[in-house]
């Protein structure tokens, strides 16, 4: 049996719950995957019945003793001199300018030497790793230190808004295999690597368990809207709240309720009471999966008013279900909502806009049980994890044996 290693700069939050469902179904297909994280989780981005259970797949780097760290150095350096300079070598060309970004490297090669410690001996084949930032450099000297090839799957903003320092074209030349989780994505990738070749990168999916989520049909009255974000400013959250001004102002009876926790927490609180709507918005903080579905069930509208994105998983989950969509237009997001068919598609950073996809919905109920039956059947089609993790698994075992 081959054997995959997850590479992460964190083992997954709450809300990550899209890496671990992927890596729970490779695992279905008879694949050995282990899960190996720079840093463990503090106590407010996990909980200890999630760390039980993956107690047995997971391996942590850090933190650990100076004298251990050391110690690891050596044993690394004397069981190959040649990788070893070699993986310092790799390290230094791909390093941010400037002596702070050669000590961040330098942190990363020591990370990487014992993640590759971690590989040597639970006797990993291939390393993947999800995002493509600092824990893909990671990933890139752990594999170049232990001999085996690694791929990541990139997702969007964070990295590519910093391409050249991330050594994004590095790590894809280098990479056995590179996915991206949209069309959209594949195109930045084709960009920041300079290959005009489409097939080279993989677009795989983030995907659901579709077991988990029943669809029901939309209720003729809208009353409540929901949104799964981080409280970031990149989520607009802010937009949304003044749409929700604007809807009240109209004279329309709604309530926004809000799942995550963030930077943004108190200034949107402060905003909701200063146009007046606090006791139309709820803060929910953080929801675990089963919480997120049933919140989805008692809603009437999913709105995302994101400046950036991947391609939204909260948003999937929403059609999955049955519940009209609202997003912003940016990014891969127009491969999941198709406007005026599967949901509908805003302006960014334009309350207005929301305000009107919001009262569209409020007033045309055929179009939002339509969009309704046609989002599910969307994500039945192409964001089905069982099939999506298939095409992904291929792509991972190949990799181990070449």
Known sequence: MKKIAYLLHRFPEITDTFIKREIRSLQGFGTSVQVIAVWKPSAGETTPEIMQQWEADTHFILPRSIPSIVAGLVSS???????????????????????????????????AVLAADIIRRKAIDHVHNHIGDQSATVTMLAAKLSGIGYSITFHGWPVFFDAKHYRVKEKILDASFTRAISFFCRSQLMMFSERDDPSTFKVVHCGLNLARYHYRPPKEQVRRLFCAARLSAQKGHAVLIRAMKMLADQGHDLELRLAGDGPMKEKLIALATELGVSERVSFLNFLTEDEVIRELEDSDLFVLASFVEGLPVSAMEAMAIGVPVIATNI???????????????????????????????????DFRRSASELGRQKIVDEFDLTKECENLNLFLLESCNR
Request: glycine content about 8%; overall charge positive.
């Open 77 to 111: 350096l004397v069981r190959s001199p040649v990788r070893f300079a070699a993986t310092v070598r790799l390290a230094m060309s791909t390093s941010r300018p400037g002596l702070q970004g050669i000590v961040y490297q330098l942190v990363y090669f020591v990370e």
């Open 331 to 365: 990014a891969g997001t127009g491969e999941l909502v198709e406007h005026g068919k599967t949901g509908l598609l805003v302006r960014p950073s334009d309350p207005q806009a929301l305000a009107d996809a919001v009262t569209r919905m409020i007033l045309d109920y």
